[in-house]
């Protein structure tokens, strides 16, 4: 009787002991992830805080000033409602059209034509271009004197001269959106979107083909709804990088001409790394992240309104 007690005692004590072998092995694996998010993402994040309160420069003592950053901000800086205006200009044309041509790319791929494996290379590449080369490459193309694209618009419209693009303060940013548009369409976003229309189950289109239904109201009442998570994942995903661009504007541009393309990222850059206010940075990026922070939760809040996860009960 003892024996049998103790045979099932023993094989939970070594149940237990494989268990937090388990643990042990799985926190080893998790342990260069920590210490590279504790060093790259929490420590610099704890670090622009607390310089937000400061004056801090190069060669200035770390001084505590309160809100006097957050106050110049909003006050006394000129160019903050400058960057602030052009980010939010940026991201309300280039978002809905990276997305919408992502999709529409990704409908196109999903056809199952012949070739379709080498058109989506070809779609991509560009998203593989390293970005300031894309620039460069662009920059070329979208010259106003002897750029090929101006040279194709006097072709079709007998326009002299063309648009000046990144030369000029009202063409600079519909230039750096064909320019980011050129290698978005194509990206992250239109696989996204591939794998998501590739999980609809294809019994409900051969449901509305039965019931005579068009291809705007399959698209509308079954590809929509269904690959709504996707969509809604792609627009988090597309806003906090459209509010976050920089590489475009400040190889292309440095945010002219006239401030033309002066995003808010430039903005903190150049007052870091230009003007040595590293303090006034810090409080600009951390306005930034409250931003985000309070944007991405309002999407999350309206998502219940729009967006249809299967198997769930409304």
Not at 19 to 30: I, K, N, P, V
Not at 43 to 52: H, Q, T
Not at 102 to 126: D, E, W
Not at 183 to 204: E, R, T
Request: proline share 5%; no cysteine.
């Amino acid at each position: 009787m003892a024996q049998a007690v103790a045979r099932p005692a023993a094989a939970s004590r070594r149940r237990s002991g494989l268990a937090r072998q388990e643990a042990t092995f799985g926190y080893l694996f998790l342990l260069p992830w920590l210490i590279g998010l504790t060093v790259f993402v929490i420590g610099p994040m704890i670090g622009a805080f607390v310089l937000s309160f400061t004056p801090y420069s190069l060669g200035r003592p770390l001084t505590f000033n309160g809100g006097a950053n957050f106050v110049r901000a909003f006050t006394a800086d000129p160019q903050f409602y400058n960057a602030v205006g052009r980010t939010l200009n940026w991201a309300v044309i280039y978002v809905p059209l990276s997305i919408v041509g992502a999709l529409l790319t990704a409908m196109l791929l999903n056809q199952g034509l012949k070739g379709t494996n080498i058109f989506r290379t070809i779609f991509f590449m560009p998203h593989l271009v390293p970005i300031v080369a894309s620039v460069y490459i662009w920059t070329y193309l979208l010259n106003p004197k002897y750029g090929l694209v101006n040279e194709i618009l006097f072709r079709i419209t007998h326009v002299d001269p063309g648009p000046g693009w990144f030369a000029s303060k009202d063409w600079a940013l519909p230039g750096l959106i064909i320019l980011g548009l050129w290698a978005a369409i194509g990206g992250n976003q239109m696989l996204i979107f591939l794998a998501g229309l590739q999980g609809v189950p294809k019994d409900l289109y051969e449901v509305a083909d039965l019931d005579g239904a068009n291809g705007w109201q399959k698209f509308r009442n079954i590809t929509l709804p269904m690959i709504s998570p996707t969509v809604f994942f792609n627009l988090v995903l597309g806003i906090i990088a459209a509010l976050q661009t920089f590489s475009n504007a400040f190889v292309a541009t440095n945010g002219g001409p006239a401030y033309a393309t002066w995003f808010y990222s430039l903005h903190i850059y150049a007052s870091a790394f230009q003007f040595g206010e590293y303090g006034y940075a810090a409080a600009l990026a951390v306005i930034f992240f409250l931003v985000l922070v309070v944007l991405t939760t309002i999407q999350f809040q309206l998502q219940k309104r729009w967006v249809y996860y299967g198997g769930e009960v409304k």
